[in-house]
């Protein structure tokens, strides 16, 4: 059975991913800081007879991030996708925004996918094949208002996604992105469920709805199928039309 490790797997899009990833037979090795969550998620997937196991980490550690990977690999052998999707967003502009919450961004959302990117790469190299999805955001393209913090770490992971994709594929491992639009989860639920905002973002976007954590997780998927066997260094969209409509 092929591994699939899913970072942010407890809640959300990740979440998502895991339950499809699972539900296309692989083992998804869950990798969380939220474990009491995390072990919810494995339980819905053991409860529809698919395997899953979790790894409570915080992927800012480095220590424990390697210390994590080399666990998932002697428990599973190998690892065939990795889906680095974790990520955490304090809202504020440069002028709002403490030094610590810019660096907190940084070092979970960007560090942080470095860092377990370059700690499974190196089991997909002993492979020779491997599939790399990295989670950005449409923001980190076009940029977007009150997050500064957040959409530099997002412009982070795209072009640290694009660079190794090049550096990966002589390896015949396969580093791609989505970038997702407004997708309802516990981010950004607060905003989309209040009647005097929500109706308003979702008549903005020229589906005329806001996404679900599913509609990103089967792109995720699909860039992990043979069918994407020639996509290397993508970056998808998967907003709905929002950059297509600027
Ligand atoms: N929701 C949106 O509208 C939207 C839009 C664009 C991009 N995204 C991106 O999608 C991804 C998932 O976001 P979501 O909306 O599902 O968020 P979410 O908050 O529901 O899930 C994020 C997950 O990451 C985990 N996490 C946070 N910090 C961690 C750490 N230090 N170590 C390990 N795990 C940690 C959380 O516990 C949680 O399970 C993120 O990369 C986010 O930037 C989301």
């Not at 809640?11 to 990798?31: D, K, N």
């Amino acid at each position: 059975m092929d591994t699939a490790i899913v970072t942010g797997g407890a809640h959300g899009i990740g979440r998502a991913t895991s339950m499809r990833f699972a539900r296309e037979g692989y083992h998804v090795a869950l990798v969380d800081i939220d474990g009491p969550s995390g072990a919810r998620v494995v339980g819905d997937i053991e409860s529809e007879g698919r395997q899953a196991s979790l790894w409570t980490v915080d992927l800012a550690d480095p220590v424990a991030v390697e210390d994590t990977v080399s666990r998932v690999v002697a428990a599973r052998k190998t690892i065939e996708v990795l889906v680095s999707n974790a990520a955490i967003i304090h809202r504020g502009t440069a002028r709002t925004l403490s030094v610590a919450q810019w660096e907190e961004q940084l070092r979970i959302n960007l560090t942080g996918s470095y860092l377990i990117t370059r700690a499974v790469s190196e089991a997909m190299i002993q492979n020779g094949a491997g599939s790399i999805v990295h989670v950005g955001s449409i923001t980190g393209i076009r940029g977007g208002t009150e997050r500064v913090g957040y959409i530099a770490s997002k412009a982070g992971v795209l072009a640290m996604s694009q660079s190794m994709a090049l550096d990966l594929a002589p390896y015949g491992i396969r580093v791609n992105a989505v970038a997702p639009g407004t997708v309802c989860t516990r981010l950004n639920r607060h905003i989309l469920e209040d009647p005097s905002a929500g109706p308003g973002i979702a008549k903005r976007i020229p589906l005329g709805r806001v996404g679900q954590p599913e509609d990103v997780a089967g792109v995720i998927y699909f860039l992990c199928t043979p069918d994407a066997g020639y996509m290397t260094g993508s970056i998808v969209t998967v907003d709905g039309g929002i950059t297509a409509s600027a």
